[in-house]
C-alpha cells in the first residue's frame, strides 16, 4: 500500500507563491517520476511538471519560467515552488508518482486559489 500525499495549498494574490509538497509513503521500490497535475476544464487533468529519476524535468507551457519541481530522493517527496501565481493557476493541485506498477498512485488534491 502507497500512500500519496500533498499539501502547502492556500489563498494567496496575484503575483505571490506557494510551495507544494507531496509525499509518498508505504512500500516503495523505486520513483520513476513524479508530477503535478491540476484539474483543468475538462475530464483528463492537465500535466503541470513532471520529474524524473534522472532529473530530467518538464512542464507545461503555460507555467514554464514561474514553476519549479525538484525532488528529494531520500525523503520521497517532491515539491513545486509557484511563482508569480495568477487567477488561472486557480485550482486543485494532484500529485501523481510513477512507482512502475500498473496502479495509478494519485494524491487526494491541495487547493490553490489566486484571487485579490
Known amino acids: 500500500q502507497v500512500q500519496v500525499v500533498e499539501s502547502g495549498g492556500g489563498l494567496v494574490q496575484p503575483g505571490g507563491s506557494l510551495r507544494l509538497s507531496c509525499t509518498a509513503s508505504?512500500?516503495?521500490?523505486?520513483?520513476?517520476?513524479m508530477g503535478w497535475y491540476r484539474q483543468g476544464h475538462g475530464s483528463q487533468r492537465d500535466l503541470v511538471a513532471a520529474?524524473?529519476?534522472?532529473?530530467?524535468?518538464h512542464y507545461a507551457d503555460s507555467v514554464k519560467g514561474r514553476f519549479t519541481i525538484s525532488a528529494d530522493s531520500a525523503k520521497n517527496t517532491m515539491y513545486l515552488q509557484m511563482n508569480n501565481l495568477k487567477p488561472e493557476d486557480t485550482d486543485v493541485y494532484f500529485c501523481h508518482v510513477d512507482l512502475g506498477t500498473a496502479r495509478d498512485n494519485w494524491g487526494q488534491g491541495t487547493q490553490v486559489t489566486v484571487s485579490s
Open positions: 520529474i524524473t529519476i534522472d532529473g530530467n524535468e
Open positions: 508505504g512500500t516503495i521500490y523505486k520513483i520513476y517520476t
